[in-house]
C-alpha cells in the first residue's frame, strides 16, 4: 500500500514537472515571437531618427511594412503545417499572434501611404487607388486583414461559430492579394514574390486532408 501510494505521488509529481516546463517553454516561446516580430519596427524608428532611411524614407518605409506584412502572414500560416509535423502545440495560439503582427504591420504601411505619402488628401488617394491595379488589391488585402483581426477574439468566434473557421481561412485570400500586390508594385524583376507565392501555395497543400495525413505520420513516425 506504501508503495503504490510513494507511486502515486511520484507519477504527480513528473506530471506537474512536466506539464510546468510546458508552460514556460510556451511562454518564452510567445517572449521570443514578440521580440522577433518587433525587431523590425524598431530598426525602421532608429534608422529613421538617424536619417538612414535612403534617399526616399516614404518609399523605404512602404517597402519594409510590406515586406514585413507578408514574412509575418507566411508565418501565421505556417503555425498549423509546423503543428501537423512536429505534434508541439505551442505553435498554435502563435497564429493570431503573428496574424496581428501582420495586421499592425499592414497598418503602418497602409497610413503611410494615405498620410506621409498623401497627407490624408482623401480625393487625391481616391483617385489614385482606383487608377493604379496595385492599390486596388492592396487595399482589398488590407480590408480582409481588418476583417480577420477584429474578428479574431474567443467572443467574436463564439458569435459566428462555424462561420469563423471559414471566415479566418480567407486569410489566404488575403496573402495572395497582396503577393499580387507585391509583385505589381515592384519596379524591377524581384524574386520576392515567387518566394512568397510558392511558399503561400505549399501552405495551402499542407491543409490538404491527405497531405495533413501523410506529414502526421511522419511526425508519429
Known amino acids: 500500500m506504501a508503495t503504490a501510494t510513494r507511486w502515486h505521488t511520484c507519477i504527480r509529481a513528473w506530471t506537474w514537472r512536466s506539464s510546468s516546463e ?5 511562454i518564452w516561446l510567445r517572449i521570443a515571437v514578440h521580440m522577433v516580430a518587433l525587431a523590425p519596427l524598431a530598426f525602421l524608428a532608429w534608422d529613421w531618427s538617424q536619417g538612414q532611411l535612403t534617399a526616399n524614407p516614404i518609399e523605404e518605409v512602404q517597402r519594409r511594412t510590406g515586406r514585413w506584412t507578408l514574412t509575418w502572414l507566411v508565418a501565421s500560416l505556417a503555425c498549423t503545417p509546423v503543428y501537423t509535423v ?3 502545440r505551442q505553435v498554435l495560439p502563435l497564429r493570431r499572434t503573428l496574424g496581428l503582427y501582420a495586421f499592425a504591420y499592414a497598418a503602418l ?10 497627407g490624408f488628401d482623401l480625393a487625391l488617394i481616391r483617385e489614385d487607388i482606383f487608377e493604379k491595379p496595385y492599390a486596388v488589391v492592396g487595399f482589398a488585402a488590407f480590408l480582409v486583414l481588418m476583417a480577420l483581426a477584429a474578428t479574431s477574439t474567443s467572443g467574436w468566434r463564439r458569435r459566428l461559430g ?18 499580387v500586390h507585391l509583385a505589381w508594385q515592384e519596379k524591377v524583376n524581384s524574386p520576392r514574390p515567387y518566394i512568397y507565392g510558392t511558399a503561400v501555395a505549399l501552405l495551402l497543400l499542407a491543409r490538404l486532408p491527405w497531405v495533413r495525413k501523410i506529414l502526421g505520420r511522419g511526425a508519429s513516425e
Request: aromatic share 16%; proline share 0%; charged share 10%.
Open 86 to 88: 512536429s505534434g508541439i
Open 162 to 179: 462555424a462561420n469563423w473557421q471559414r471566415l479566418h481561412f480567407l486569410v489566404f485570400a488575403a496573402a495572395l492579394l497582396a503577393i
Open 22 to 26: 510546458v508552460r514556460h517553454r510556451a
Open 109 to 118: 504601411h497602409f497610413m503611410n501611404f494615405v498620410g506621409l505619402d498623401y
